[in-house]
């Protein structure tokens, strides 16, 4: 990876988005993308949509989502401790002991997920955290002393982990899911820009939000754009390690390459097509079963306006919402190139029915 990408990547994984909130990493991700687009346009909650060749009647989108999960302040006890609500799939389980950020007018407010020491607890009879158990101390002493320094029922609070590289070759950190997506469909914009290549059809870059809470954003640009096509990335649980059970899980690895999904939501002849160029252009992948929905926004295209030709290519990842979500660096890069190379093999006014 080049080393501007690298650094792009870094800033923007490291950039608080919490679902709802996804303000200031969409602002970082614009100006990433501007340079390698014609326009752009931000809908009224936030996705940001960059476009090349405008004009252009056939439309297709590249896609991810921008936000990641985090909390709500729900209630603050007299003695200044603070309970939260969940904002998207945020699990209880890998909070105590963790650091949070919490975000107020005036500023970033410091604080931990207290948890009571072994010591002073019966171990034989300890129960899993959950939403009702875990708290947040941010060093007051009051209710009154919490909302001085400007939390309020409502105020957000994301985990402070940042981004690192582990043993070369895997990238960790919080928020991988998605906006490491987001990172790679604005690599296939620049790379497409850089090599020169003309496409013959409008392609809408789309940095979607509020994935997490129902693919709200998708839904809502989805009927904006009105596109032909659609193909979305994401995360996928890499099954490797311990706790996975592969007959239900599959079988599916960090560093064997971009997962393609087979499902009903997903267009046949648009997901062979991304098939025969991963083959076509040796990019090793992996395939996946989805059930009634693939759970992704992928599902919020292909069922918008009058259906949208649409196929999902994931990118394996361990430990998905936790702190320290993990993806295979080679595996990033081979995400972004499948993508680019199936806009190269996509006509003006591709016909992907099955029959007519």
Same mark, same amino acid.
């Not at 407010?109 to 129960?127: L, N």
């Not at 960790?172 to 090599?195: C, P, S, T, Y």
């Not at 649409?310 to 702190?323: D, E, G």
């Given at each position: 990876?080049?080393?501007?990408?690298?650094?792009?990547?870094?800033?923007?994984?490291?950039?608080?988005?919490?679902?709802?909130?996804?303000?200031? *990493?969409?602002?970082?991700?614009?100006?990433?993308?501007?340079?390698?687009?014609?326009?752009?346009?931000?809908?009224?909650?936030?996705?940001?949509?960059?476009?090349?060749? !405008?004009?252009?009647?056939?439309?297709?989108? $590249?896609?991810? @989502?921008?936000?990641? $999960?985090?909390?709500?302040?729900?209630?603050?006890?007299?003695?200044?401790?603070?309970?939260?609500?969940?904002?998207?799939?945020?699990?209880?389980?890998?909070?105590?002991?963790?650091?949070?950020?919490?975000?107020?007018?005036?500023?970033?407010?410091?604080?931990?997920? *207290?948890? !009571?020491?072994? @010591?002073?607890?019966? +171990? =034989?009879?300890?129960?899993?955290?959950?939403? =009702?158990?875990?708290?947040?101390?941010?060093?007051?002493?009051?209710?009154?002393?919490?909302?001085?320094?400007?939390?309020?029922?409502?105020? +957000?609070?994301?985990?402070?982990?940042?981004?690192?590289?582990?043993?070369?070759?895997?990238?960790? *950190?919080?928020?991988?899911?998605?906006?490491?997506?987001?990172?790679?469909?604005?690599?296939?914009?620049?790379?497409?820009? =850089?090599?020169?290549?003309?496409? !013959?059809?409008?392609?809408?870059?789309?940095?979607?939000?509020? =994935?997490?809470?129902?693919?709200?954003?998708?839904?809502?640009?989805?009927?904006?754009?009105?596109?032909?096509?659609?193909?979305? %990335?994401?995360?996928?649980?890499?099954? #490797?390690?311990?706790?996975?059970?592969?007959?239900?899980?599959?079988?599916? @690895?960090?560093?064997?390459?971009?997962?393609?999904?087979?499902?009903?939501?997903? #267009?046949?002849?648009?997901?062979?097509?991304?098939?025969?160029?991963?083959?076509? %252009?040796?990019?090793?992948?992996?395939?996946?079963?989805?059930?009634?929905?693939?759970?992704?926004?992928?599902?919020?295209?292909?069922?918008?306006?009058?259906?949208?030709?649409?196929?999902? $290519?994931?990118? !394996?990842?361990?430990?998905?919402?936790?702190?320290?979500?993990?993806?295979?660096?080679?595996?990033?890069?081979?995400?972004?190139?499948?993508?680019?190379?199936?806009?190269?093999?996509?006509?003006?006014? @591709?016909?992907?029915?099955?029959?007519?």
């Amino acid at each position: 990876m080049r080393k501007e990408s690298f650094d792009f990547l870094e800033r923007y994984l490291n950039n608080a988005s919490p679902t709802g909130f996804e303000k200031e *990493g969409q602002k970082l991700w614009l100006e990433y993308l501007k340079p390698y687009i014609d326009e752009y346009f931000v809908d009224t909650y936030g996705t940001v949509v960059g476009v090349i060749n !405008p004009e252009a009647k056939y439309k297709v989108v $590249i896609e991810a @989502h921008a936000d990641e $999960i985090s909390y709500f302040v729900n209630y603050i006890t007299k003695e200044g401790y603070i309970y939260l609500r969940r904002n998207g799939g945020s699990d209880a389980l890998v909070a105590p002991s963790k650091r949070v950020n919490i975000h107020t007018d005036k500023g970033i407010v410091k604080a931990v997920f *207290g948890w !009571p020491a072994i @010591h002073v607890r019966k +171990v =034989e009879q300890d129960k899993a955290p959950t939403i =009702e158990t875990i708290y947040l101390d941010c060093g007051a002493a009051s209710q009154k002393e919490v909302e001085d320094m400007g939390i309020h029922v409502g105020s +957000v609070v994301t985990f402070e982990d940042e981004f690192m590289v582990m043993n070369e070759k895997f990238y960790v *950190g919080r928020a991988l899911d998605n906006r490491v997506g987001g990172f790679m469909i604005a690599e296939v914009a620049r790379m497409l820009k =850089e090599n020169g290549k003309t496409l !013959p059809f409008g392609l809408y870059i789309v940095n979607a939000v509020q =994935e997490e809470i129902g693919l709200r954003g998708a839904e809502m640009v989805a009927h904006r754009i009105n596109p032909n096509v659609a193909i979305i %990335t994401d995360v996928t649980h890499d099954t #490797q390690s311990p706790m996975y059970e592969k007959k239900t899980a599959g079988d599916l @690895h960090c560093g064997k390459g971009p997962v393609i999904t087979y499902g009903p939501a997903v #267009q046949n002849n648009l997901r062979d097509l991304i098939i025969k160029t991963a083959q076509e %252009t040796d990019i090793p992948f992996q395939r996946a079963a989805a059930t009634r929905a693939t759970g992704t926004d992928t599902d919020a295209f292909a069922y918008s306006g009058s259906g949208v030709a649409s196929a999902l $290519i994931s990118l !394996p990842l361990k430990y998905m919402h936790t702190t320290v979500e993990t993806v295979h660096a080679e595996d990033v890069d081979n995400v972004t190139k499948l993508i680019y190379e199936t806009l190269l093999r996509i006509e003006d006014g @591709h016909d992907f029915r099955y029959f007519s």
